[in-house]
């Protein structure tokens, strides 16, 4: 786990190791253990490494295998290494390091662009090829790991964090008009390729791109499981149905063990992380670290979750640690939390896993996380008004989107907005694709495809690596994925959503924390944005650089400052808190 960049340049000249240089020291937090950089040819790499698998200094990036003629710049884990390396020592490889990085380079002489549909894991790599002058970028299937984009004539820079584009400098830093209704619109999820910023774009997920010496690019995407039902499957009864992804889910959380350091639970007290505890539990983890956050109350609505928490911490006797964060440190944290950002991410609860991952960073550098049940299990309240609809894309337009494109007519300024509804055509296009058998399929697949790596996951990281913690989410193992896209919905969505998921819950977990409302990751102060946050926010959206910018109407904004809690989208967000972000992201990153 770490921060990648590089340079590679397609005009006969050589890459900048200056700006190579910035990239790498603005992604220091993501990799506090180590930072090398390396140039051969057309390209040059810079790497911030973060020891998890070979803590020894052969494993150090960006790696070069002078025998193959390979160099490589890789963010991630590998969790199958182990038993590919071994398959590869069969067919003659040997090997200087006992990680995962050097298993990528002889896995890509050996299986060339099929070696990704071979790894089980998390990754973004930018590799060379020496003989050739050939360029591969790979993103894995869920877009775990970043890879952001920005390129100019004859000049291509990569990086596992948007900001570390900027500080190389050299970017058209002006607002992407499409990306800007999407994040209006499709809850602050800018689909890739786009991003927020004209000059920065990021590889897709589950895709593999190869750039020839003459700067002609060609992507595979190898990565697109069915959403449909197998015939095999047919017979298979509920309880069938429970073994299988428990079985599934006890294989996935097992690899994400595989490190030379410790690996703990971030504990929500909700079904997900505690099944994760109980998996572990079960197989035999003695001494497990388990950490949980909670905050004041706001309006009256509750601010952790610490009952359910404890109960799980102490029916499997984890290490664990509660923070609390007052109101004061809250506000405190916000700054770094807008920096920490890879782009604009409206989720209230990204202070929180910010603040957890710094006190988690204290006592360990791995921790495995619940994030992808919702997803892939049907978790959501709005699949299951989907089972029966005639209209899939207005139905979900309905129940996700923030506003309608003839409200974001009277919000955006002129200028801003042009007669097309990207987000609706975008959510129809995808929702139509073939390959999905019904309504809540076809949602399940934008969900856990589109809406799931550019918000939870992307989140995630990104708090995450602020502090130099890995994040492995076992619930996106892929295997996992293409096994619960095959169960009926109906399976799914029973019993409150994630129907199956809970029949393997109740052969792990206390009842207590299953039948119950469905928790989210609270923090009401910045729901209802009043006292110091509406401030916050007000000033932001009123200073000379939004003014200038000119991107809301201000008769919207007066409205909003007027009574924040009266406008909260459909998805329980606050419409001022959206604009605000919005702002304070992109004044904090000097945009």
């Known amino acids: 786990m770490c921060g990648i960049c590089g340079e590679i340049r397609l005009d006969g000249t050589a890459p900048s190791p200056i700006a190579i240089a910035k990239m790498t020291d603005v992604m220091a937090p993501r990799g506090p253990d180590g930072a090398g950089l390396v140039m051969h040819g057309n390209a040059g790499f810079g790497h911030r490494r973060l020891k998890i698998i070979d803590l020894s200094e052969r494993a150090q990036q960006p790696m070069v295998d002078s025998g193959l003629g390979l160099t490589i710049a890789f963010n991630g884990c590998i969790y199958n290494y182990p038993e590919l390396r071994a398959e590869l020592e069969q067919k003659g490889y040997s090997f200087f390091s006992t990680g995962d990085t050097e298993v990528i380079l002889k896995a890509w002489r050996e299986w060339g662009e099929g070696c990704v549909e071979r790894f089980h894991g998390m990754f973004a790599f930018v590799l060379q090829e020496r003989d050739t002058g050939r360029i591969v970028m790979a993103r894995d299937r869920f877009g775990i790991k970043p890879l952001y984009l920005s390129e100019t004539p004859g000049r291509i820079r990569f990086s596992s964090f948007l900001p570390a584009l900027l500080a190389a400098g050299d970017v058209d830093t002006s607002i992407d008009r499409v990306a800007l209704h999407h994040y209006m619109s499709f809850h602050a999820v800018v689909p890739p390729p786009r991003t927020i910023i004209e000059g920065v774009r990021k590889l897709p997920p589950a895709t593999i791109r190869v750039i020839e010496p003459d700067g002609t690019t060609r992507d595979s995407i190898y990565w697109n499981p069915p959403f449909g039902r197998d ?97 004061d440190q809250l506000m405190d944290a916000l700054p770094g939390t807008f920096a920490a950002m890879s782009e604009p991410m409206v989720s209230y609860d990204n202070v929180g896993f910010y603040l957890l991952s710094k006190e988690v960073s204290k006592h360990i550098k791995v921790v495995q996380s619940g994030q992808g049940a919702d997803e892939i299990f049907g978790g959501y309240h709005w699949y299951p008004p989907l089972m029966d609809s005639d209209d899939v894309v207005g139905d979900y337009a309905r129940v996700f989107l923030d506003r309608d494109h003839a409200t974001l007519k009277t919000q955006l300024a002129p200028g801003w907005i042009d007669g097309r509804d990207h987000s609706r055509d975008f959510i129809a296009e995808r929702l139509l694709r073939a390959g999905a058998d019904t309504p809540v399929d076809r949602a399940l697949r934008l969900d856990s495809t589109v809406m799931l790596v550019d918000d939870p996951v992307k989140r995630v990281d990104n708090m995450t690596m602020a502090w130099g913690l890995e994040a492995r989410v076992p619930f996106l193992d892929h295997e996992l994925v293409e096994l619960a896209a095959r169960i009926p919905p109906e399976e799914k969505i029973r019993d409150g959503g994630k129907g199956v998921l809970k029949d393997v819950a109740r052969r792990i977990v206390p009842s207590e924390v299953i039948d119950r409302k469905k928790g989210y990751f609270p923090v009401p102060q910045l729901k209802y944005v009043d006292g110091p946050y509406l401030d916050l926010v007000r000033d932001a959206l009123s200073s000379q650089a939004a003014r200038d910018r000119g991107l809301f109407r201000q008769e919207w904004l007066d409205t909003l400052f007027a009574n924040p809690s009266d406008h909260i989208t459909p998805l329980q967000g606050s419409e001022l808190w959206q604009a605000g972000l919005l702002e304070l992201w992109l004044q904090t990153h000097g945009i």
Do not use: C
Not at 233 to 239: G, I, L, Y
Not at 270 to 280: F, K, P, Q, R, T
Not at 283 to 289: I, V
């Open 231 to 327: 015939p095999h499957d047919a017979a298979v009864s509920r309880e069938e149905w429970a073994d299988r992804v428990l079985e599934a889910l006890r294989l996935a959380v097992k690899r994400r063990m595989v490190a030379d350091v410790p690996v703990g639970v971030l504990l929500s007290g909700g079904v997900d992380s505690s099944l994760i505890v109980g998996l572990l539990a079960e197989a035999g983890q003695h001494g497990l670290m388990s950490f949980s956050v909670g905050f004041e109350e706001a309006n009256g609505e509750k601010g952790d979750e610490f009952v359910y928490s404890d109960l799980i911490a102490e029916r499997y006797g984890t290490k664990h640690h509660k923070i609390f964060v007052p109101s």
